[in-house]
């Protein structure tokens, strides 16, 4: 019987969230609506489309992030990662407002956008996220945030310049506030999320967070839905 070693353990297992990451660029790479962001040529109605989604998922990011974190704290668990959590609800504070900030200058008002509704995988990807972070593993949202963050590093730069080279967008110079800001910092964030993590050998911890890394790439095409009636396609 062979045995593993912890050097060993640790490796397959952020191989594993890296894998999740990559795969959720892959499939994105292959839907039509994501990329025809990455490509520049999305139009004002999906790009909008797309904008008020990510709003109603990024305006819970800093909140439950606080949550988690403060919840590990209480519980007296892994102060590190704790820290990291705490640290990234301070980081994603305000990334709502611009959001809003993107769509107004869309000529989509604030209380336009507040009047609209999430659907269905933003739904999803919100009492996903709240469940581990009130009554589940609170270490899981830092899954999440790794596969977003690794798809920002990946693809959010290179939809800016094409978007703005595109210029189909009335006023799109003004409207990439959200994914140039997640482009320029999510670099640091990954590696040291990375750096992180390899410090942490629990195998139900390592379980919670691949498991929400899945269930985030799973429902992150659906953010685009409304754009496309195609379904993305599924590479593993």
């Known amino acids: 019987m062979h045995t ?4 060993q353990t640790q490796a397959d297992w952020t191989s594993a969230l890296e894998h999740e990451a990559r795969t959720l660029v892959e499939e994105l790479d292959a839907y039509p ?8 040529t999305l139009d004002a109605e999906g790009y909008a489309h797309y904008l008020v989604q990510t709003y109603h998922y990024v305006r819970w990011s800093t909140p439950l ?16 990662l704790a820290e990291l959590l705490l640290q990234k609800a301070s980081e994603e504070r305000g990334h709502e407002r611009w959001l809003l ?3 107004g200058n869309l000529g989509w008002p604030a209380t336009r956008v507040e009047g609209t509704e999430p ?4 739904t999803a990807y919100i009492a996903w996220n709240r469940y581990t972070t009130l009554a589940g593993v609170p270490t899981a949202f830092l899954g999440t945030a790794y596969v977003l963050e690794y798809l920002s590093v990946q693809r959010a730069s290179g939809a800016v310049e094409r978007l703005i080279a595109a210029n189909t967008i009335p006023n799109i ?3 990439v506030t959200f994914l140039r800001g997640h482009g320029n910092m ?3 964030h ?6 992180v993590l390899r410090s942490l050998m629990d195998p139900g911890e390592q379980s919670a967070l691949l498991l929400s890394a899945r269930i985030t790439r799973t429902l992150y095409a659906g953010f685009l839905s409304g754009t496309s009636s195609e379904q993305p396609a599924r590479t593993s």
């Open 4 to 7: 593993r070693t912890g050097t």
């Open 33 to 40: 609506a994501a990329r025809s962001l990455f490509e520049g």
């Open 65 to 80: 992030l606080a949550a988690a974190g403060l919840r590990m704290k209480r519980q007296g668990q892994l102060p590190l």
């Open 101 to 103: 900030a993107d769509l």
């Open 119 to 122: 659907g269905p995988a933003v």
């Open 173 to 175: 110079r003004k409207a």
């Open 186 to 188: 999510d670099g640091d």
């Open 190 to 195: 990954v590696a040291e999320l990375t750096s």
